[in-house]
Nanobody
């Protein structure tokens, strides 16, 4: 089993920056990839970014490419999402997810491919 805990959410003005973190514990050596998804009220959960743990390959949704950066600190089993130039469309609950199976560049963007989920951290961008 793997446990995921997110932190770092909050309220930020439009155009501002915020960094959220996800710390994994448990059988982290079995993980293939971790990702960030977000969900706004009344909307489906959507892919934001993902990173593979061995190769460090990264993937981004078109809506955040160039503004968000996903990274991880191996020794601490911690993943980060640096978010810059935030706008109101970025508001939502941000969830950390982890997969223990190898998934391709299409699969990393799919909710169903992930085995473990955190409780989420709220990000609110005020205009």
């Amino acid at each position: 089993q793997v446990q995921l805990v997110e932190s770092g959410g909050g309220l930020v003005q439009s155009g501002g920056s915020l960094r959220v973190s996800c710390t994994a514990s448990g059988r982290t050596s079995s993980l293939y990839a971790t990702a960030w998804f977000r969900q706004a009220p009344g909307k489906e959960r959507e892919f934001v970014a993902a990173i593979t743990w061995t190769a460090g390959s990264t993937y981004y949704a078109d809506s955040v490419k160039g503004r968000f950066t996903i990274s991880r600190r191996n020794g601490a089993n911690t993943m980060y999402l640096q978010m810059n130039t935030l706008n109101s469309e970025d508001t939502g609950a941000y969830f950390c997810a982890a997969s223990k199976w190898a998934i391709n560049s299409i699969g990393v963007r799919t909710v169903e491919q992930y085995d473990y989920w955190g409780q989420g951290t709220q990000v609110t961008v005020s205009s």
